[in-house]
């Protein structure tokens, strides 16, 4: 709904006195239309009436959301059963503490590895969302295929799904644009802002003691504010990415990088949670990605390099062992030479990646230069043709030591044979492929050897979106001052701190939306368990007894 008619409609019913005094305008505050729009569709299908507020008119591209490849962990789902993939939640776990070296919250790890296939089929059965399993390549450190996604792989169109379900409930209005700047909590501080009930502490004044969340806080573009009360708010404002001295400040070794997210990503979740004296938690964590093309500044995608691509620097020389992850390759490449690297590709790779969005929109951009040879190709990315020549010799010698060790089997388990630590474990444990050392890095997975004509593309490290945030439970609940929630107050995604772990090294692909939908979709489940036991209590005078398990955080 627009904002004009939503405001529209909250002065109708507040003229015919439909609002009473000790009842809130809605139960539910949605800050962000990412992937809070999970929370805002599972509240309402409770029957909770709920508000979404967003700045950016561009929502539907223009946040984090909408510019992932759409890639959502379910560890167990009936997509897999059907595929006879084994997973499990319990394994899921494991491949998120192998990659984080045991430095994840183990509590909010295991509570979102638990919710992740009922999420990924409530995404399916509740939103309607069209999903289906990534059975064709397997991204770095996952054990199991279990990522899940929309056709194009791109988070555009899932997230204009969601849009499309959020436009046609009828218990959910939009404010767009408008920007949530603070929150209210109940209390019994005098000069309540105008709008709300006497008796509350505006969030500047409250401590881990005070009283429930009761008002948000919104401006509109002009610096007008308006005071909605409400029963809880959450909070899926993404992070702190698009604030360039707060990244700086926790994330120097990326800083330079080239920032690839929403321009509304400024902290704003931190800065409410600190004036209502919440914990914050992994601030230096962070999802980087190594495969941003430097003409397009379109995202070239892993995928080329789990199908065979090569990286290299600006010298012809391989750096690392590509396959453990874009997130952390970013930093490595941004400390080569001019910071700036070539992705080596074929026409094999070429056309089994264009089933991604992101892929199709880099080549028709034009960002792939094309040759013969090596020579040719030398010329064309301006690096020398002996390193490059050295480099791909290497990469033809991986790919067939691998394929002669029983590439047959792994195409037929696909990344069921893929241990949890990466390709080093399936070289040791699955095929035998001698030494880490066969490659100078220690990369142990080609698929197939790179042929001519060859393709590159220049690509530049680049921050996506910070992974650290708000401390929050296995409900998404916010954590005060003293480890216990703050009554009403609840974060995802971005917004919270996170299954990372610290750094970039331990960004498992779809951790980053896994917590956006997820955690929106535990915040509501959370929300409408508190307003049916407040409605039990109003209309009956019975004392409800009994909460869900409360998790706690490291």
């Not at 590895?113 to 399993?133: I, K, R, T």
């Not at 489940?525 to 209309?539: E, L």
């Amino acid at each position: 709904m627009a904002r004009d008619d939503t405001e529209r409609r909250r002065a109708e019913q507040r003229q015919a006195g439909q609002a009473a005094v000790d009842e809130p305008a809605v139960d539910l505050v949605v800050a962000g239309a990412g992937g809070g729009l999970a929370g805002a569709l599972r509240a309402a299908e409770a029957g909770l009436s709920v508000l979404v507020v967003d700045p950016d008119e561009q929502f539907t591209r223009g946040n984090n959301t909408s510019m992932s490849t759409a890639m959502i962990p379910g560890a167990g789902s009936r997509w897999q059963r059907e595929a006879g993939v084994e997973d499990s939640p319990e394994r899921f776990l494991a491949d998120i503490s192998a990659k984080t070296h045991g430095t994840a919250d183990p509590v909010l790890a295991a509570a979102l590895a638990q919710l992740s296939a009922p999420l990924v089929e409530w995404l399916a059965d509740g939103a309607g969302l069209p999903l289906q399993l990534v059975r064709d390549f397997s991204y770095p450190g996952h054990s199991a295929d279990r990522l899940h996604t929309v056709e194009g792989r791109h988070g555009s169109v899932l997230l204009r799904h969601l849009h499309e379900r959020v436009r046609r409930a009828p218990t959910i209005d939009m404010l767009v644009p408008a920007r949530l700047v603070d929150v209210v909590t109940s209390g019994v501080a005098s000069g309540a802002p105008s709008g709300v009930a006497s008796g509350v502490t505006t969030a500047g004044t409250g401590t881990n003691g005070q009283g429930p969340v009761c008002a948000a806080v919104v401006e509109y573009p002009g610096g007008r504010r308006e005071t909605i009360t409400t029963r809880a708010v959450l909070l899926a404002t993404n992070g702190y990415g698009a604030d360039r001295a707060r990244v700086a400040r926790h994330l120097p070794g990326i800083a330079a990088a080239d920032y690839h997210g929403g321009q509304f990503s400024r902290g704003d979740a931190l800065e409410i949670g600190a004036r209502l004296g919440a914990r914050s938690a992994f601030l230096d964590a962070y999802q980087g990605h190594a495969a941003l093309a430097r003409r397009s500044r379109t995202l070239v995608g892993w995928a080329t390099i789990m199908h065979g691509a090569i990286m290299v620097d600006a010298g012809g020389a391989r750096f690392g062992d590509e396959t453990t992850g874009y997130s952390e390759y970013a930093a490595a490449l941004a400390a080569r030479p001019g910071a700036r690297g070539w992705i080596v590709l074929d026409s094999r790779i070429h056309d089994l990646c264009r089933s991604f969005t992101d892929f199709r929109e880099t080549v028709e951009a034009g960002a792939l230069v094309w040759a013969d040879d090596v020579e040719r190709l030398a010329a064309r990315t301006g690096t020398p043709a002996g390193a490059l020549a050295e480099s791909l010799a290497a990469q033809a010698a991986g790919a067939k030591a691998w394929a002669g060790a029983g590439a047959e089997a792994w195409a037929g388990a696909g990344a069921e044979a893929w241990a949890g630590a990466g390709a080093e474990a399936w070289a040791g444990a699955e095929a035998g492929v001698g030494s880490s050392g066969d490659d100078p890095f220690g990369r142990t997975f080609f698929e197939a050897p790179l042929r001519p004509p060859y393709a590159a593309v220049e690509v530049v490290p680049a921050l996506f979106h910070t992974q650290g945030g708000l401390q929050v439970d296995g409900d998404a609940r916010v954590r005060g001052g003293d480890g216990a929630p703050i009554p009403g107050l609840y974060a995802s995604g971005g917004a919270a701190h996170g299954i990372s772990g610290h750094g970039a090294a331990g960004y498992l692909a779809g951790n980053g939306l896994l917590p956006a939908l997820g955690l929106a979709w535990q915040a509501a489940n959370d929300v409408a368990r508190a307003v049916t036991r407040h409605t039990v209590t109003r209309h009956t005078g019975t004392l409800v007894t009994g909460t869900p398990e409360e998790g706690t955080a490291p």
